[in-house]
């Protein structure tokens, strides 16, 4: 940028974003004073050298502006996954409060887990938890549907609802 540049000569580019031509460096800057704006390098490896005339702090500012778009569109764009874990033998209020979560988790476009945890003798009574996440299915399908059947991992049954 400006005195900065040491090549000799380079091809520049107006503000207005017309092609100048090949020219002294000496003179480029001094055209850039002269309108009260910047010299800057755009592509230091072409031959010769590509500058052009602008108001940096400006450009700098606007680039800023545009990444912090970007990076916010980005975030928003990521889905999360979300975990809630059940028992079989789930209270009627207990399963209230974990549906209301579950029907948050979907109204934010987050997909849910939901997984049943089966402990001691409780393993022989899976057709209770599918049943249980049946229910679950049936409760929030205005919100999500399931993206799979129910699979079985170990001592817990997985399935995951993603919004619709």
């Known amino acids: 940028m400006n005195e900065r540049i040491t090549h000799p000569e380079i091809r520049l580019v107006l503000d207005d974003g017309t092609q100048y031509g090949v020219i002294n460096t ?88 939901i997984v049943i945890m089966y402990r001691g003798r409780e393993i022989a009574f899976q057709k209770k938890g599918l049943e249980l996440l049946a229910r679950v299915q049936e409760d929030v399908a205005d919100l999500g549907t399931s993206e799979k059947a129910p699979e079985r991992m170990g001592r817990q049954q997985i399935i995951i609802i993603s919004p619709n």
């Open 26 to 113: 000496r003179e480029a800057l001094a055209m850039a004073v002269e309108k009260g704006l910047d010299l800057v390098e755009m592509s230091a490896s072409a031959k010769p050298p590509v500058c052009r005339i602008m108001d940096y702090g400006k450009y700098k500012f606007e680039k800023s502006k545009k990444d912090k778009e970007a990076q916010r569109r980005h975030r928003a764009s990521i889905v999360e996954t979300k975990e809630i874990k059940f028992r079989i033998n789930i209270d009627s209020n207990d399963y209230q409060v974990k549906l209301k979560k579950i029907r948050q988790f979907l109204g934010e476009k987050d997909k849910v887990k």
